[in-house]
């Protein structure tokens, strides 16, 4: 692996696949913004530099990933790290992770007698109450976003895949709340949680 930082376009694209943890070239270039034509050269690159494995038309990330995303994160967001209305925002953003968290657990479970059960959505009421905490919730981001994104335009991405996932679950397809397998609301804030915490060069901490 060649020691030298990533530069933006390979930090994006192994950015991507390091959140998903695996992913074809066409979902790198709709969460990256990294021209689709562009993003099977940088993958065949980023796996010659071991740093990925491309295996069934899909990229994984290999254990030295991580090392070389927090490293050319360090010089890349070096501006962000400082900024500190950015910082404020990151704070807020703390307190409206855990309430997110909270929505998301009374999206799968809900209180019976005192107790925690699966909710099986048979209560529509219910279920229209959830997400609009959820849409709320997601509403907040955008101050943040939008500062992020004046440092880096990928930022605005999130913006855009959040609207689509809320149209899709405002349209009845509801598994587009919290669904593992699509571009789902919970998928997409934890990825950008995620994201957020590798450009602060932080760690998690719930």
């Known amino acids: 692996m060649s020691a030298a930082v990533l530069d933006k376009t390979d930090y994006d694209v192994l950015d991507v696949v390091a959140l998903k943890k695996m992913a074809t070239a066409q979902v ?8 689709a034509d562009r993003v099977d050269a940088v993958l065949e690159d980023l796996a010659g530099r071991g740093l ?14 991580e090392p070389a995303l927090r490293a050319a994160a360090a010089e890349h967001y070096a501006p962000v790290r400082t900024d500190d209305d950015v ?30 059960v699966t909710n099986d959505h048979t209560d529509p009421d219910y279920d229209d ?16 976003l939008e500062a992020l994104a004046a440092f880096d335009a990928r930022f605005a991405l999130y913006g855009r895949r959040f609207e689509a996932a809320i149209g899709s679950v405002d349209e009845g397809r509801h598994e587009f709340v919290s669904s ?18 590798r450009t602060l060069g932080r760690e998690r901490t719930e």
């Open 129 to 144: 109450k959830v997400i609009a905490r959820l849409e709320k919730l997601v509403a907040r981001l955008t101050p943040l």
């Open 28 to 35: 790198v270039a709709a969460a990256s913004g990294v021209a």
């Open 87 to 116: 910082l404020a925002l990151v704070d807020r953003f703390e307190t409206t992770n855990a309430q997110f968290l909270t929505t998301m657990s009374s999206w799968q479970q809900i209180d019976v007698g005192g107790r925690k």
């Open 52 to 65: 990925v494995v491309v295996a069934g038309g899909a990229a994984l990330p290999t254990d030295e990933a």
């Open 180 to 197: 593992p397998t699509i571009d789902s609301v919970h998928n997409i804030w934890f990825e950008f949680h995620e994201d957020l915490l």
